[in-house]
């Protein structure tokens, strides 16, 4: 009977382990998990950063929802958000990959034309925003001969602004996509087309649900980027006049003259809760469909 014998890690191995798990846990914690329960903790005080803590239970979450008008605009634009970027700017990506894929002639010139703004900050978005949609010197008032003031006006900036971020989305998206596409067995592609499928047919039923796994991560991607968006706003007008954000207003309470910790944490734990909540759901139902 043969005898199964652990490997015995020399005290060197237990050295490496023990440092590299033990930095990669501490950072982890340290700005991680630290921050998030101590946003948690801190959403249920009055604290300003200077006087003692004291605890208001869940007064904070009760003025965001009955006293402070920015909330709702700023929930409101999140959802928006998150939505174009879902619904619009991400099967877009996919389909500039699917185009990819086929090799037609001059990819790599468009590939590279769309991943370009891929590398750009969400603040040079936003700049480049300003010089395409402003009212004086914008770039499209002055070839259309409008006089729009598409940054100006509440009814009309969250759109440009979100097809601003689009752009840059749909790059992340397309490079995603076709590094899976570029995985799928041809033999599956071959094996649909002699079964008489067309090229759409064979996309929906036989490519893209083996590509589950990247549409999980494009998923994570695409809320992370909706919800944290930050950057683009406030280098436009600071996240006001109809751009308002759950993060400027985070931003705005903590850090800004306001100086409310606890009522800008209160804001910050209904940020998590939103993002956790889209990927929590997504995941337990992809899960059931695997078991």
């Given at each position: 009977m043969t005898r199964l014998r652990a490997r015995r890690h020399s005290t060197r191995d237990v050295i490496v382990l023990t440092v590299g798990l033990g930095i990669a846990i501490t950072v982890n914690v340290a700005f991680i998990w630290g921050p998030t329960l101590a946003s948690v903790a801190l959403s249920g005080?009055?604290?300003?950063?200077?006087?003692?803590?004291?605890?208001?239970?869940?007064?904070?979450?009760h003025d965001l929802a009955t006293s402070y008008p920015p909330f709702w605009t700023a929930v409101r634009n999140n959802v928006l958000w998150l939505a174009f970027l879902g619904l619009v700017a991400t099967p877009f990506g996919l389909f500039c990959a699917v185009l990819l894929d086929r090799r037609i002639r001059f990819s790599r010139i468009y590939?590279?034309?769309?991943?370009m703004p891929v590398v750009l900050s969400l603040a040079v978005v936003g700049f480049i925003a300003q010089l395409v949609y402003s009212q004086d010197y914008g770039v499209l008032n002055a070839v259309t001969g409008m006089g729009t003031d598409w940054l100006g006006d509440p009814s009309v900036n969250i759109w440009v602004v979100m097809v601003a971020a689009a752009w840059r989305?749909?790059?992340?998206?397309?490079?995603?996509?076709?590094?899976?596409?570029?995985?799928?067995?041809?033999?599956?592609k071959e094996a649909a087309a002699i079964d008489g499928a067309s090229e759409t047919q064979a996309f929906f039923r036989v490519v893209f649900p083996t590509l589950r796994p990247i549409n999980v991560i494009v998923l994570v991607i695409t809320v992370i980027e909706a919800l944290r968006a930050f950057d683009i706003v406030y280098a436009i007008n600071k996240g006001r006049n109809g751009l308002e954000l759950l993060s400027v207003l985070v931003t705005e309470n903590i850090v800004g003259e306001a100086s409310r910790i606890g009522f800008g944490s209160a804001i910050a734990v209904v940020l998590l809760v939103i993002s956790m909540g889209f990927i929590v759901v997504y995941l337990t139902q992809l899960f059931r469909e695997e078991r």
């Open positions: 005080t009055d604290w300003n950063g200077i006087s003692e803590l004291r605890w208001v239970g869940g007064e904070n979450y590939q590279g034309a769309l991943y989305h749909v790059g992340y998206v397309m490079i995603i996509y076709l590094a899976g596409l570029k995985a799928v067995d041809p033999a599956l």
